[in-house]
């Protein structure tokens, strides 16, 4: 058995930023092999530089034992070298078939395609790697599951023998997951190379046959997975400990703070996202809506903070403390008591190029608290951007002057969390995806964050697709399947199966497929 993949010496800079440093990095043919590490730790650009994405600065790369200079990823495929992205690449008006088909048609102008021979070939393959999918289906009507098992179809058709899968496992359930890791080993034990980017250690642990950490932009070690355990692989890439489980003491709620009946939301398109969802948040509680993304989680949240477009149609009931929120603008809504740390933080609850200081005070910026005659007081904001930099463990140096933008995914997603925890009068907070995209070490953080809140009277919504996140954080677990609460379990049924957390989440998705 060879090297599928070898890389030797290689740097790469972005003007004087070294996302890589000499790495040299050997994957053995028909092995899968785990790249780990925090965010910025550098996966993504080199696993791009053997997809032919980026072109490194310095060092050489090797596929199955012969140099090669990949100046695009049509370079790369052609090399065998094809790469599962985390968004998937597909069309979803198209059809399975069409979709391989796509870029790879083979044909010449007014010649007919051979779709014929070409649904034979997906049918044997979907049959010898486990890859079942129907290739007359619309990509739009299948499950998530369902469109990343046409992406390793494409990557099979065309046979690419070094496959990469860039976080796989971000969207899918406990079933899901088990059924793509069957496919993975299958893979393997036919001869492909696997290349595996994920942030879950207990899936590196129970996938990988080798793992390779990666810290600041170099490799600190390769081994076999059954050599290392999950806490010595969380401190090779976080450089210290890691808690890798929440304490999380019982919880006493209080009165209802969120009422929800029977809500429904129709887009302005016409298309029902939300039927007669109904459930409620009590003070002192963590409310955990669990599901697979699509289900109405963006939709929920819409109507909670009033974010809805125009035109969207609401019915139902959504009620904080009593008083309605529905086609209330989010001002007015924060007023009311609620805070949201959103889906997309770079889209709603940052900007990038302003400083620290100024994406700690953003909506918060009109308090007494932060003003002294006509201006803002600047000792004032100073004293609080500097307790909540430290509360919060944030990696900052000069938060007046330094951009967001200079601070990792997790680092900026403390922020967002400190500015909207410690909103003054706030009686619901809502979480949707608190720790995408963050590190295991901000994750500890964050999540020890959002217990202290809950302790301290706070009403939660935890909207997130993290089974693990969702079952060690929550009170109770409401499970969202098309747009309903299909099932809720109660207080006592979380806290008595929190402990056998994998055989819970496997429960848990039976009810969210």
Do not use: W
């Amino acid at each position: 058995m060879g090297a599928a993949v070898r890389l030797s010496g290689i740097s790469k800079r972005f003007g004087t930023f070294a996302a890589n440093s000499n790495i040299s990095l050997t994957v053995e043919e028909g092995t899968i092999h785990a790249l780990v590490g925090e965010n910025g730790a550098g996966k993504s650009t080199l696993t791009k530089i053997i997809y032919g994405m980026l072109q490194p600065s310095e060092g050489e790369v090797f596929i199955q034992g012969n140099p090669v200079k990949f100046t695009s990823p049509r370079d790369a495929i052609d090399a065998g070298v094809g790469m599962v992205h985390q968004h998937f690449m597909l069309i979803p008006t198209l059809t399975v078939a069409e979709n391989i088909m796509l870029g790879n048609e083979h044909a010449s102008l007014f010649q007919r395609l051979p779709m014929k021979t070409l649904k034979e070939l997906i049918q044997k393959h979907a049959l010898e790697f486990g890859l079942a999918v129907d290739p007359d289906a619309t990509v739009a009507n299948l499950s998530v599951g369902e469109e990343q098992r046409v992406e390793i179809l494409k990557l099979l058709f065309r046979n690419a023998s070094i496959m990469i899968f860039d976080e796989p496992t971000a969207v899918l359930t406990p079933s899901e997951i088990e059924h793509l890791f069957a496919t993975l080993r299958t893979l393997r034990d036919k001869g492909k190379t696997i290349i595996l980017i994920t942030h879950k250690l207990d899936e590196v642990l129970s996938v990988a046959d080798t793992v390779s950490v990666m810290r600041k932009g170099e490799i600190t070690g390769s081994m076999p997975a059954k050599s290392i355990t999950k806490p010595e692989l969380a401190r090779m890439m976080v450089g210290r400990s890691v808690l890798l489980r929440v304490t999380n003491p019982p919880s006493n709620p209080g009165d209802t703070v969120l009422q929800v009946n029977k809500l429904g939301f129709c887009t302005p398109h016409g298309e029902k996202k939300l039927y007669d969802l109904s459930f409620k948040v009590r003070a002192g509680e963590i409310y955990g809506i669990a599901g697979v993304e699509g289900n109405g989680q963006s939709e929920l949240l819409q109507a909670l903070y009033g974010l809805a477009p125009a035109g969207t149609l609401q019915t139902g009931e959504a009620t904080l403390k009593g008083r309605s929120v529905l086609g209330k603008c989010p001002a007015e809504i924060t007023r009311m008591g609620i805070s949201l740390t959103p889906e997309n933080r770079l889209k709603h609850a940052v900007i990038l190029d302003y400083t620290v200081s100024e994406n700690l005070l953003f909506g918060r910026h009109r308090e007494p608290a932060f003003h002294r005659g006509a201006g803002f007081d600047n000792k004032a904001v100073s004293r609080y951007c500097g307790q909540m930099i430290a509360d919060y463990a944030v990696q900052c140096t000069a938060p007046a002057s330094q951009l967001l933008s200079s601070l990792s995914g997790g680092n900026q997603q403390k922020i967002v969390l400190a500015r909207e925890l410690n909103r003054p009068d706030i009686s619901l907070l809502i979480l949707a995806q608190p720790t995408r995209g963050v590190d295991i070490g901000a994750i500890e953080t964050i999540h020890n964050k959002i217990i202290e809140a809950r302790s301290k009277g706070m009403a939660i919504l935890l909207i997130s697709s993290e089974l693990e996140e969702i079952t060690a954080l929550s009170t109770r677990i409401g499970t969202l399947y098309k747009g309903s609460i299909v099932h809720e379990f109660s207080q006592d049924e979380v806290a008595l199966n929190r402990n056998s957390k994998d055989e819970f989440q496997k429960e848990i998705g039976l009810y969210i497929t």
